[in-house]
């Protein structure tokens, strides 16, 4: 990619400005910018959050419809291309570049959280049954649903860039509705920039906070912005040293080693937790969660003022919706060579199920610890979500070991994480460029590690996380466009 045709971008340009004044504003007023981001997001949840849930469930309809029709033989590039990696390193690739780092946070605070607070207000908390929903619901939230958005994006952009060879841009793929607009375009492409960047810099901030939780519980170390600078510095250096040798070496060892040492723990938490429970746990969770799909999925709570649906399931919606830019074109870049069946099969049951087995695992462990052993897990998650796994951990054998294994599965995921941000922003900054040249990448990589420093030394953190969140709603209308888009190319394309 011509470095000089890429500085000629205005979405580069435009982008990086509106982040940099976000993150300045954040950093002097974060209150009032959390206030500001708040009512704004309260307003789009509280008011279109039907539009969320509808929107999500019929991308799950369109998916399953577009895998059984005869399209799912469709192959993301020529007739005759095989898939570029293995099915083990493709998985790596989507739940590293997904949300394997959220999935360690949340896989036992989830749970543990419904467990304490239900969702729904006739069951008691702490109880059998609170017990049996918590699972259920925190299986609801990391299965399909959330997965079908990223899917939407990764298949229109794997089909544009490997099929019709045409630029892998969110922008590129609503044409086919909206027709060629420059100005359009390139708005649309500078708020995929900016979700992704403000996105991926809040993950990266919370995963540090989440570190230092974890080395205080084991070396004591005090939970102090020294310590998190220290680990942005390590973090920055580590996912640079592997953004500079490209796709095919630092993303994809890392992924290799993410989905090795997540199945390592898992297998270890299998064995020394309570195996029956954990077995009994999730399979009776797989049955809650296909018995109430249809109505967890359009659950809104209108004759009652209980906010518990859009605090969870919306908010979810809205995380991943303003997410699918970037997730979903790093889920094409990875997918070349697969056939349309394939991709959506692969995309929404493999790393649904891993989720589903971890949350069985972890939560079903804490669960089973309050339950039967009256340890105080729930309260202490209530008190800091982030000492949610250790806690759990301090139940079992090998407690540091576990402890240091999952900071170190924290710390490759988030490099994974903005490993791969850094690739898919340069290519959504240099006109779909697949090979972005690497001072683009390395600009982002700076400027995301300096917005997680600066919001954590300032506090408005959690502010740009609710503010990134707003562009969900645009997002979702982008969505449903490009759902349209996709079935008038392949209608015209596939005879």
């Not at 989507?94 to 959220?102: K, P, Q, R, T, Y």
């Not at 589903?356 to 309050?370: K, P, Q």
């Not at 294994?405 to 340069?426: C, K, P, Q």
């Amino acid at each position: 990619m011509n470095t000089k045709k890429t500085f000629k971008n205005p979405v580069l340009y435009v982008s990086a400005i509106i982040v940099l004044l976000l993150v300045i504003i954040g950093a002097v007023m974060p209150d009032k910018f959390g206030s500001v981001a708040n009512k704004l997001f309260t307003f789009t949840t509280s008011s279109f959050g039907w539009f969320y849930l509808l929107a999500v469930f019929i991308f799950i309809i369109f998916l399953v419809g577009l895998a059984f029709s005869k399209y799912g033989k469709v192959r993301l590039g020529p007739v005759n291309s095989r898939p570029e990696y293995s099915f083990f390193t493709w998985i790596g690739m989507l739940f590293s570049a997904g949300f394997g780092a959220g999935l360690v946070f949340w896989g036992v605070a989830e749970p543990m959280s419904h467990f304490f607070e239900t969702p729904f207000p006739s069951i008691e908390a702490q109880t059998e049954e609170a017990a049996r929903t918590a699972m259920g619901y925190a299986f609801f939230h990391w299965g399909v649903s959330q997965w079908s958005v990223f899917a939407v994006v990764g298949l229109v952009i794997a089909y544009l860039q490997f099929k019709k060879e045409k630029k892998g841009l969110i922008s590129t793929a609503i044409q086919p509705v909206v027709g060629k607009n420059k100005a359009l375009g390139g708005t649309i492409d500078s708020l995929a920039v900016i979700a992704t960047v403000m996105g991926v810099a809040t993950s990266l901030g919370l995963g540090i906070l989440q570190m230092n939780g974890g080395l205080k519980s084991v070396f004591n170390l005090p939970n102090s912005i020294v310590v998190q600078v220290a680990i942005a510095g390590v973090m920055l250096v580590t996912y640079l040293l592997s953004s500079s040798t490209g796709l095919n070496k630092g993303i994809k060892w890392l992924s290799n080693l993410n989905l090795g040492l997540c199945l390592l723990l898992l297998i270890f938490v299998f064995f020394a937790g309570p195996t029956v429970f954990i077995l009994d746990t999730f399979v009776l969770g797989l049955g809650d969660y296909f018995t109430n799909f249809i109505q967890y999925s359009l659950r809104l709570t209108p004759y009652s003022e209980d906010t518990w649906v859009r605090d969870w399931t919306i908010f979810y919606w809205a995380w991943s919706t303003a997410w699918s830019p970037f997730v979903g074109a790093f889920v094409a870049r990875v997918s070349k060579g697969r056939t349309i069946r394939e991709f959506v099969f692969g995309v929404l049951v493999v790393p649904p199920a891993i989720a589903c087995l971890w949350i069985a695992a972890f939560g079903g462990t804490a669960i089973h610890s309050d339950l039967f052993n009256g340890t105080q897990i729930a309260e202490a998650v209530n008190g800091d979500i982030a000492v949610a796994l250790f806690e759990t951990f301090g139940n079992l054998p090998m407690t540091t070991i576990l402890s240091l294994l999952s900071i170190f599965l924290i710390f490759t995921f988030l490099v994974t994480s903005a490993d791969s941000a850094t690739y898919i922003l340069g290519s959504m900054t240099s006109r779909g460029s697949l090979n972005p040249a690497l001072i683009v990448k390395i600009i982002w990589g700076v400027l995301i590690t300096a917005i997680a420093v600066v919001l954590l030394l300032a506090g408005g953190l959690n502010a740009l996380q609710t503010a990134s969140l707003i562009s969900a709603l645009p997002f979702t209308i982008i969505l449903l466009i490009i759902v349209v888009s996709f079935l008038k190319m392949i209608k015209k394309d596939i005879k």
